[in-house]
């Protein structure tokens, strides 16, 4: 089964084709960071329109990249949320307009579904896994019983994670895009700040806000001082009490539950600093892990067509009626 998947959730407009859930034929990116990065930021007005722009050039392009035509596509999928409902909007006219033009299934997927469904390109999901969903807007963990059931055992109470190192880096002067700027100044570093492990309790839930207020009120407390922050030390303290909360949390939830599965997905799933976390806990307590290679991280569409097989199996279709929605629990 050949799906042609759309993700347009954010800033990157993406198509691609997948076989089975499992293998990739091709995926085009077309990114706007060196667009957003002069304002600091993603705009949404401005992703939407350049998505109008690209949409149907990506499209052409995984197909010729393929050596297909629309004769060889079976389904087309295309995240229909959470993200910026413009950008959503785009790559969801798109999917439907091609659905109803060639009078072929359209299965709509949740982005975070496809983030975990990126693992299933590198091997095949072993149940039942917990999933450490972490990203931009995302901090969760979901156990996976089977196929495509998902249940939220925690989550962020406020900032996600990748919010959490995008404010950070704005705080010691670190340009946009953040995350991973932090992350490599991390192991230039020492940890010598003092800043707390954040919501250190016995729930599987997170809260980055204070960890980020303590950096915000520190780098302030030494400017006042006359003293000069050192980017590389705070962000390596910085990143210590993620990673540690992160790992603490996971591993136990892996053993709360009995489970030796673990995948890792999302965008800050390309962190170094938590891959190397994770991997040394695993190996301690015999954990099979898997996390996504760099290109199956970030936003892509291959993650939205590897889903999208499995979803389609369970019966999940839509209608042209279906819609974009801003923000939406996985189930």
Do not use: W
């Amino acid at each position: 089964m050949n799906v042609l998947a759309i993700e347009s959730s954010c800033d990157e407009t993406s198509v691609s084709i997948i076989k089975d859930g499992s293998e990739e034929i091709s995926t085009v990116i077309l990114s706007q960071m060196d667009t957003h990065a002069n304002y600091g930021g993603v705009v949404p007005e401005i992703a939407s329109r350049m998505h109008v722009e690209n949409i149907t050039i990506v499209i052409d392009e995984a197909l010729k990249k393929a050596n297909m035509n629309m004769d060889d596509i079976d389904a087309f999928a295309v995240t229909y949320g959470p993200g910026l409902i413009g950008s959503l909007l785009v790559g969801l006219m798109a999917a439907k307009t091609l659905s109803f033009i060639y009078n072929k299934p359209l299965i709509p997927v949740h982005h975070i579904a496809g983030h975990i469904y990126a693992n299933n390109l590198v091997k095949r999901l072993e149940f039942p896994l917990i999933a450490l969903v972490v990203s931009g807007g995302h901090t969760e963990l979901i156990y996976m019983k089977e196929d495509y059931s998902f249940e939220k055992l925690g989550g962020t109470l406020d900032d996600a994670v990748g919010e959490a190192y995008d404010k950070v880096a704005r705080v010691i002067n670190v340009p946009y895009p953040g995350g991973p700027l932090v992350d490599k100044l991390a192991f230039e570093g020492e940890d010598t700040y003092d800043l707390p492990i954040p919501l250190n309790d016995d729930s599987y839930n997170f809260s980055f806000s204070g960890l980020k207020s303590a950096v915000i009120n520190l780098a302030h407390n030494e400017k006042q001082r006359g003293n000069e922050i050192i980017k590389e030390n705070m962000a390596c303290s910085f990143q210590n009490r993620v990673v540690e909360i992160l790992v603490k949390k996971t591993m136990r939830a892996l053993k709360d539950y009995g489970v030796k599965n673990l995948i890792v997905a999302g965008g800050v799933a390309a962190n170094k600093g938590l891959r190397k976390g994770l991997t040394e806990a695993c190996l301690e307590e015999e954990i099979n892990l898997i996390i996504p290679e760099m290109k199956y991280c970030t936003d892509n569409a291959a993650m939205i067509g590897a889903a999208a097989y499995y979803a389609y199996k369970r019966g999940d279709k839509a209608g042209l009626d279906l819609n974009a929605k801003a923000v939406t629990e996985l189930k």
